[in-house]
């Protein structure tokens, strides 16, 4: 992970130099991916002013110094220390949390047709249009790029899309689910329809998400004062509900995390499963093995994660030199769709779209405080059937 740039004012948001050499050679390495120029660089950016009004005291001269205790904590894999100090949890979701958000916007805009609930015979796409200013700096390739099956519901007035973020404290997928949420594309939503979005972390990431909701409500409402905002304002009455819940992802003990469960629509674990298995491989296959359990049918649950060795994990009790070590998403395939069976032996889950390997890339023209990095990952998408 490269060190944030200069903190005065507000520069690009931008990579170091050896950054982009590593991605450019693995760019020419990925045959047939193309292009996706599909998420206005407007939304982009406003991604980040939400992160920049949410935390916009934290950042201060002696950010730098922070993250760095941080990178020292996250390298020796010490999550306790890492996320342990409020000032730790602020400086993490200013560097980190925006970098992923900016990716997790695209996946979010790409799987519209899959997640966002419409009218009776509308598509989610029906509000596309070209825009100008379009450039996500994503490179896209594989299944993503196949028509979706159509499985989103029709909402009910006054209803809730749920969504529950499995490791989500730093909030990067609840801005970007809001985001999308609030875009031209999210049209031929039910204005009434509220978008809940249930947290569950073990650090204390409270305040955090308490200030992010505010800034995307604010945006959301167009009550930020930014001209643009206020004029692309989507209806007040489509609004954005934030609920953190402090504690780990894999106790299903308590009754109300079982009761946010069973009623999501859609669950994430966005760079969290691999962290999972490296925590318990038992405890994690009996939590997916779970879930098929708690979910409704039709409810979808969304992996992204570090793509090829570094999501690995060793089948052994002990980590030893030389090990054999399996692909995480061979696990969870084998785990969910080998496994994962009802009362009556019939599969619980069905595997809509995958992709091994994607690129978000900064485009030139974000501006940030301080310096992003561009995220590479991989993607699956399962629905309960």
Known sequence: MSPPGRLPGVGHARKTKSQDQDQDQEHHRSKGQREN??????????????????????????????????????????????????????????????????????????????????????SSSAGEASDSSSSSGATTGGDMNEEPTSIARSPDQGARFRVTCLGGGGGAEAVSLATTWSSRWAQPVALDVELAVDIVDRADWSDVIRRLELAMNDRLQGRSGNAESAQQAVD?????????????????????????????????????????????????????????????????????DSPGSYSTVPLGKEQTAGEK???????????LLALSRDDQGKPQWEKIMMDESRWYRLPDELKYPIELENTRYQIHLFRRI
Do not use: C
């Not at 920049?52 to 993250?67: C, G, H, M």
């Not at 560097?95 to 997790?104: E, F, N, T």
């Not at 946010?260 to 038992?282: G, H, R």
């Open 325 to 335: 070590r399996y692909p995480m998403r061979w696990l969870l395939d084998h785990t």
């Open 37 to 122: 120029t599909s998420v206005p660089l407007s939304m982009q950016q406003d991604v980040l002013r939400i992160f920049q009004d949410a935390l916009l005291s934290k950042f201060t001269p002696d950010l730098s110094s922070v993250v760095q205790e941080i990178k020292g904590h996250l390298y020796a894999r010490d999550f306790d220390l890492a996320f342990g100090k409020p000032a730790y949890r602020e400086a993490y979701a200013i560097r980190w949390s925006a970098s992923r958000a900016l990716a997790y916007l695209v996946i979010f805009h790409d799987l519209r047709d899959y997640w966002l609930p419409r009218r009776e015979g509308m």
């Open 236 to 304: 007040p009455r489509r609004s954005l509900k934030l609920s953190f819940h402090q504690g780990d992802a894999l106790d299903l003990v308590t009754e109300s995390y079982r009761t946010v469960l069973e009623q999501s629509d859609l669950v994430t674990l966005m760079f969290t499963l691999n962290e999972l298995y490296t925590t318990s491989k038992s405890r994690t296959t009996a939590f997916l093995l779970h879930l098929g359990n708690l979910l409704r049918r039709e409810a979808l649950l969304l992996v992204v």
